[in-house]
């Protein structure tokens, strides 16, 4: 089955440094979802990826898409304290109809001030 | 709108005793998806449900995991009898379309703790 492999597992970086996290799945993805999840917290859903090779900016954060739809990677510019929290990536197959999303095993940012 | 709530947001319970997590999805939204997070394993998906109907359960674990959804606003899933292996934060979301690959929401989650 498909399954979506997230690394690193975990990442300490001084506040100010950059921040970049690597999904890859084992099947073509229809899209690619982000999310992130606070300590204590519940996933927040930050954005979607549906293109080969798109890439999307949300302030300090850049998405990208692989151009074979199997990877994507998320990068912070000048982490922030606030930026700390489990960063997941999700995908579903892309034989279409019902799909599982499944989740990577996240990764754990700690930012130190 | 109140986003997805979870009830209880705390259980802990003795080995062997009955469980019910229960969830209000976003009104409107029809897709429905119980998940299971822990350190190991991450975020696992149980169950998801479509218009009510259970789409796909291979995720539950055992037989003693059932899940239910009698109408579009209320779903449960039951732990019946509860073991220690099954202590996790359980999350339930909704999303707004049929199919599983749109944003779902998650509720603040149940943290269950099977002593």
């Known amino acids: 089955g498909q399954q979506v492999m997230q690394i690193p597992q975990y990442q300490h970086v001084q506040e100010g440094e950059d921040f970049t996290t690597y999904c890859n799945s084992s099947?073509?993805?229809?899209?690619i979802q982000w999310y992130k999840q606070r300590p204590g917290g519940h996933p927040v859903f930050l954005i979607q990826?549906?293109?080969?090779?798109e890439v999307k900016k949300q302030k300090r954060l850049t998405f990208q898409f692989g151009e074979a739809k199997k990877n994507s990677s998320l990068h912070i510019t000048a982490t922030q304290t606030t930026d700390v929290g489990t960063y997941f990536c999700?995908?579903?197959?892309?034989?279409?109809?019902?799909?599982?999303?499944?989740f990577g095993i996240g990764t754990k940012l700690q930012v130190i001030p | 709108d109140a986003g997805v709530i979870q009830s209880p947001r705390h259980e802990v319970t003795e080995m062997g005793q009955e469980v019910t997590l229960r969830c209000k999805p976003i009104?409107?939204?029809?897709?429905l998806f119980w998940y299971r997070q822990t350190m190991m394993r991450g975020l696992e998906l149980l169950i998801y449900?479509?218009?009510?109907?259970?789409?796909?359960d291979s995720g539950m674990p055992e037989d003693r995991f059932s899940a239910k959804m009698p109408n579009a606003s209320f779903s449960t899933l039951k732990i019946q009898p509860s073991e220690p292996r099954d202590s996790a934060v359980y999350f339930c979301?909704?999303?707004?379309?049929?199919?599983?690959?749109?944003?779902?929401?998650f509720g603040q989650g149940t943290r269950l703790t099977v002593v």
């Open positions: 990826l549906v293109k080969s090779g």
């Open positions: 009104s409107g939204h029809n897709s």
């Open positions: 449900f479509n218009n009510n109907v259970p789409i796909d």
């Open positions: 999700a995908g579903p197959g892309n034989s279409g109809g019902y799909q599982k999303v499944t």
């Open positions: 099947t073509t993805l229809s899209n």
């Open positions: 979301a909704s999303s707004p379309l049929g199919r599983a690959n749109t944003e779902a929401f």
